[in-house]
């Protein structure tokens, strides 16, 4: 019997489509712009998977922080170590990480972003492998898996697979939400290991010749934009490169729409997106895959929200990316919060990488 500690962070990703870019600290905040929690469903897709499994014995927290979703989702094998009380908090993480480690356990699944991996980290270190479902806004960290249904086969195959080092990263919310990447590593947890069912951890490019590409890829975008067309541009550098082509300001690290080579609106979430659509007869999404993680939907771009892509149009999608990037992320992901819509991306896409250039990459079928 294996025996697994489950949590859940409650609160993790609803910063991500009000356009906080990240929960820590604004919880209120993104309450008050409408968010809504997403943890819980992405956790139950997994656990939906794991019901029928009569070899797991999991131990849990209390009420929101995992028992509610274990028992809603069928699984009857499960211990209450921890109780909740009041609002979850990063505390209540780490002190229910550390009763998982006293009393046993040979996994950790949670369900969060990077702030809840970083408590779970300080909880247990590395005495325990841990095991990410992918629920937070941006997850820079190695330990999750690439989707909810990805994370299932993993803890199903667990006692089959080697474990491997993986980063935990520390972003620097606050620069962030200013357009700056700050990150460092925060330290090296052990995470089943199978090819292409773990994130990497985001690698920023800063090779001399990027800057040129990024510029031809902004010189071909340029020449083949459409009058009166609706362009939403996700975060990244090389986005930032076609709106600087294109005489505008972007939003780095935000999503912005721009039209007739004008700014319509800047780090717009996704409800001012969703009725910015609905105004507008033809859109267009620019998109740039994370680096190295190769997530072209699912990780700092939740404001594109999967009924924006339906709105918009599998079809409407542009990618974009340096040589050097796609040389360095060898199949893409799609990770939407809709696995319909994911496998409607099919299994490859063309990505504009210079001048008149394109290449076809692979992306990941569940």
Known sequence: MMRIG?????????????????????VEEARR???????????????ALLAQNKNL????????????????????????????DGES????????????????????????????????????????????IPAGVKMYSAVFAIDPVTAAELVVGYETQPLRDSEVMDVDEEAYRSGELKTRLYGIARTPALAGKIQSSKQVYEEGD?????????????????PDVVYILGAGTTTESIASKKGVKKTLLGVDAIKNGEIVATDINEKTLWTLLEQEQEAKIILSPIGAQGF????????????????????NIILVATPHKLRETPVFYVDS????????????????????????????QS
């Open 6 to 26: 489950f949590l859940i962070n409650p609160v993790a990703g609803m910063g991500g489509a009000v356009g906080l870019k990240g929960t820590d600290g604004k």
């Open 33 to 47: 712009r409408g968010a809504l929690p997403l943890a819980k469903n992405r956790a139950r897709i997994t656990l």
């Open 57 to 84: 014995e999991f131990v849990t927290c209390s009420g929101i922080m995992g028992e509610d979703t274990l028992r809603e989702t069928g699984i009857l094998h499960y211990q209450v170590l921890y109780i909740l």
């Open 89 to 132: 908090s990063a505390q209540d993480t780490r002190r229910a990480a550390q009763m998982f480690l006293k009393t046993g356990v040979d996994l950790i699944l949670f369900c969060g972003g990077d702030g809840t991996a970083r408590d779970i980290f300080d909880a247990v270190g590395r005495e325990v492998p841990v095991l990410g």
């Open 210 to 226: 990027e800057e040129r590409a990024k510029g031809e890829i902004a010189r071909f975008i340029h020449e083949i934009m459409i």
């Open 296 to 315: 072209i939907l699912g990780r700092g771009n939740q404001q594109i929200s999967a009924r924006v892509v339906r709105r918009v149009g599998i079809g």
């Open 337 to 364: 919060g809709d696995p319909v819509l994911d496998k409607e991306f099919g299994d490859s896409v063309l990505v504009v990488s210079g001048y008149r250039m394109a290449q076809r990459k692979k992306i990941h």
